[in-house]
């Protein structure tokens, strides 16, 4: 059984570019959620992917978007990039239904904006 | 509405003493409450967690106690080693809805 694993480890781009990082959950997961953890600070939801559909989304602006794939991996895309968007992501998958409540995270990736 | 409060910020704890995190919640319609740990450099991973139909639940040197009418919980480490030494979320989430809103942390050391 293999973890969720994370691509890139760390990126650095500037301010107003693109970014997409990339998720594979943990085998026989089906739902995926991303979080952004600001240095100091808890985790905080961006959104979950169920089967290819967005189920549920926290308080973030539209230029973050998702897409999960049939095999169950994820991408989190950010446009326009801001300062502010310098953070761990963090990407954590479960099984909807089961013990779904337990979600297991892959060690993120560090993006930095300049 | 959705906050999960947490305290200490940080905590020095001497090898073998017992550490002791809280946490506070709004949120009645939350129903499960997970602790993680956190390297540096690491994803957090899953400590224990309770539901709120028992007070407290033990795994090894890990208790949750929880106390559902303060909507309070806490994580106490027994017997607590230099390899605790991490950084510790509680965390808090409702049945059918995985979103899980955390803690702020807390920043734990432990002092030969």
């Known amino acids: 059984e293999t973890g969720v694993t994370q691509s890139p480890t760390h990126l650095i781009k500037t301010r107003g570019q693109q970014v997409t990082l990339r998720c594979s959950s943990q085998s026989g997961h089906n739902t995926v959620s991303w979080y952004q953890q600001a240095l100091g600070q808890g985790p905080q939801f961006i959104f979950q992917y169920y089967r290819e559909e967005e189920n549920g989304r926290g308080n973030f602006p539209p230029r973050f978007s998702g897409l999960q794939f049939p095999n169950y991996s994820s991408e989190l895309n950010v446009n326009a990039l801001e300062l502010d968007d310098s953070a761990l992501y963090l990407c954590?998958?479960?099984?909807?239904?089961?013990?779904?409540?337990?979600?297991?995270f892959g060690p993120g990736t560090r993006l930095l904006v300049l | 509405q959705q906050q999960v409060k947490q305290s200490p910020q940080s905590l020095i704890v001497q090898k073998g003493g017992i550490s002791i995190i809280n946490c506070a919640y709004e949120n009645t319609a939350f129903d499960y409450f997970p602790w993680y740990q956190q390297f540096p450099g690491k994803g957090p991973a899953l400590l224990i967690a309770i539901r709120p139909d028992v007070s407290e639940k033990k795994e090894g040197r890990f208790t949750i106690s929880f106390n559902k009418s303060a909507k309070q919980f806490s994580l106490h480490i027994m017997d607590s080693q230099p390899g605790d030494s991490a950084t510790y979320f509680c965390?808090?989430?409702?049945?059918?809805?995985?979103?899980?809103?955390f803690g702020t942390g807390t920043r734990l050391t432990i002092i030969p």
């Open positions: 965390a808090a989430s409702m049945y059918g809805n995985e979103k899980l809103t």
């Open positions: 954590a998958s479960s099984l909807a239904g089961g013990a779904g409540e337990t979600q297991y």
